[in-house]
């Protein structure tokens, strides 16, 4: 049964770089046709995709995000991770990482992680 | 990118009713819809992937249709349980967007 739980600081200053880490047990992040991404839902709003990851290394970034966004996998730890640079108040949520079993659809999710921005 | 519009934002309704929830893309989106389920405080859950294609584990009360840009969830019968805010969500364009949640309550 995979598992993903999300790792980081809770709380990043502005301008700084939020980088959370997402570790899978349960399986292997190399699994063929897995996507991995990042998803985030600020205090009392809706979900938005931030991004994902396919087991082979392809990357796909939420237009809005992608200036300042990072997705990468570690396959020797078992991990992947997400860096967003210059961060503002308005990046204050809760992260979640995910995974698919075969095909684009998020299916297994970790408990995520509230990251606040704030000095 | 690709705007999804769920109606109602918020219902309230007696256990045992039937319950539909409607969600509409800007743009043809063929079947690539999701339906998840989020509890307060807990990460989502995928109920319906494809528009009707009820994940395994999931009540049969749970169910999904539609295609091109009209896509409707329903409840057949409504359970305490099943308090929670409801999200559709497209994944036949990049960025893959949500709606902005249907949060259903008992009445």
């Known amino acids: 049964q995979l598992q993903l739980q999300e790792s980081g600081p809770g709380l990043v200053k502005p301008s700084e770089t939020l980088s959370l880490t997402c570790t899978v047990s349960?399986?292997?992040?190399?699994?063929?046709?897995?996507?991995w991404g990042w998803i985030r839902q600020p205090p009392g709003k809706g979900l938005e995709w931030i991004a994902t990851i396919y087991y082979s290394g392809s990357t796909y970034y939420n237009p809005s995000l992608k200036s300042r966004v990072t997705i990468s996998i570690d396959t020797s730890k078992n991990q992947f991770s997400l860096n967003l640079r210059s961060v503002i108040a308005a990046d204050t949520a809760v992260y979640y990482c995910?995974?698919?079993?075969?095909?684009?659809?998020?299916?297994?999710w970790g408990q995520g992680t509230l990251v606040t921005v704030s000095s | 990118d690709i705007q999804m519009t769920q109606s109602p934002s918020s219902l309230s309704e007696s256990v045992g009713d039937r319950v539909t929830i409607t969600c509409q893309a800007s743009?043809?989106?063929?079947?690539?819809l999701n339906w998840f389920q989020q509890k307060p405080g807990k990460a989502p859950k995928l109920l319906i992937s494809d528009a009707s294609n009820l994940q395994t584990g999931v009540p049969s009360r749970f169910s999904g249709s539609g295609s091109g840009t009209d896509f409707v969830f329903t409840i057949s019968s409504l359970q305490p349980e099943d308090i929670a805010t409801y999200y559709c969500?497209?994944?036949?364009?990049?960025?893959?967007?949500f709606g902005q949640g249907t949060k259903l309550e008992i009445k």
């Open positions: 743009q043809d989106i063929t079947n690539y």
């Open positions: 969500q497209q994944y036949n364009n990049l960025p893959y967007t």
């Open positions: 349960g399986g292997s992040i190399s699994r063929s046709t897995y996507y």
């Open positions: 995910a995974s698919s079993s075969g095909g684009i659809t998020m299916k297994v």
